[in-house]
């Protein structure tokens, strides 16, 4: 149990990590979408070592591209999702926008229950109505009166809202196309092949929006996409063993609300420690909301 935990805390902490990644890359305005290009490209490549080639043989061509084609699908989703939220960001303010974007966890909820026929009880629809107050919250959060205004890190103190809101939508439905194998197969994926084909499809998805939008490859970019890669690798595999950890004692329930609770706490923290964001009680009051009912609705 303990060993779970442990492993879960640092899989949330690596996610606190790529907050920090999206923050400094959204002030240095480096374009999301090359990015999420070069970083999907290496999680496919290090989702490999996942992949159990034996079931992959065994498994009939029918059931591998259709999961093959929701992944890849839920893949370029996530990357336009994450685009918008990292446009978000840059317009600021970055710990509500980044809030909402991990509070995107809602839509596949509500689509399990009403497109699958999931069962929900009053303390995870509890926690819909908490995320849903959070998102009201941030809305009526105070604002310069003159439009955006530069605070003491020179970043935008309103503006990127609308995008955030953009990106739990988006990020929401990546997340429910996730969800789809596991609500129509009961072995859904036995060649663990699912880390891969979200790679190639946020791969897929980055390439297609930077030749859309003639985004550029730099060498930062590839700097930047690589520790990307890395660290989406990292939290991946902190998280399987850690879920697997709490499994053993019954309690892989608990695993995502706190990966993604330290991942927002931390975020909130760095950007108030660097004194890039003021402490708003309003906005601290949403964020609450929100990771109360991303608890709630995960149990």
């Known amino acids: 149990m303990t060993e779970g935990l442990i492993l879960i805390l640092a899989a949330g902490a690596v996610f606190c990590l790529m907050g920090v990644v999206f923050s400094v890359t959204a002030r240095r305005g480096l374009d999301m979408v090359p990015l999420m290009a070069v970083s999907g ?17 065994a498994e009939p061509v029918a059931d591998l591209g259709r999961l093959a084609a929701v992944m890849v699908s839920a893949g370029a989703v996530s990357t336009a999702g994450m685009a918008a939220m990292h446009a978000g960001m840059k317009r ?31 303390v995870r629809w509890s926690g819909l109505v908490a995320i849903l107050i959070g998102l009201v919250l941030f809305g009526l959060a105070k604002r310069p ?46 060649a663990s092949l699912r880390v891969t ?18 985004a550029r490859f730099g060498r930062a970019v590839l700097l930047w996409g690589a520790g990307m890669a890395l660290l989406s690798l990292s939290s991946t595999s902190l998280m399987l063993a850690g879920l697997d950890a709490l499994a053993a004692h019954g309690r892989a329930g608990i695993g995502f609300p706190v990966a993604v609770g330290i991942c927002i706490l931390g975020f909130v ?31």
């Open 41 to 57: 490209g290496g999680l496919a490549v290090g989702g490999l070592g996942w992949v159990d080639v034996g079931a992959l043989r």
């Open 92 to 122: 600021g303010p970055q710990a509500p926008v980044w809030t909402i974007g991990q509070s995107a966890l809602a839509v596949p909820f509500v689509a399990g229950v009403v497109v699958f026929g999931d069962t929900a009880g009053v």
């Open 145 to 190: 009166p003159n439009g955006p205004s530069q605070p003491p890190g020179g970043e935008p103190a309103s503006g990127g809202l609308p995008l955030a809101f953009l990106a739990f939508a988006v990020i929401g439905l990546s997340q429910t196309l996730m969800t789809v194998p596991s609500h129509t197969s009961a072995d859904p994926d036995p």
């Open 197 to 214: 084909l979200i790679g190639l499809g946020r791969m897929a998805g980055g390439i297609g929006l930077a030749v859309g939008l003639r």
């Open 269 to 299: 923290a760095y950007r108030i420690v660097t004194g890039r964001e003021p402490a708003q009680p309003t906005r601290l009051a949403a964020i609450a909301a929100c990771l109360a009912g991303i608890v709630l609705i995960s149990l």
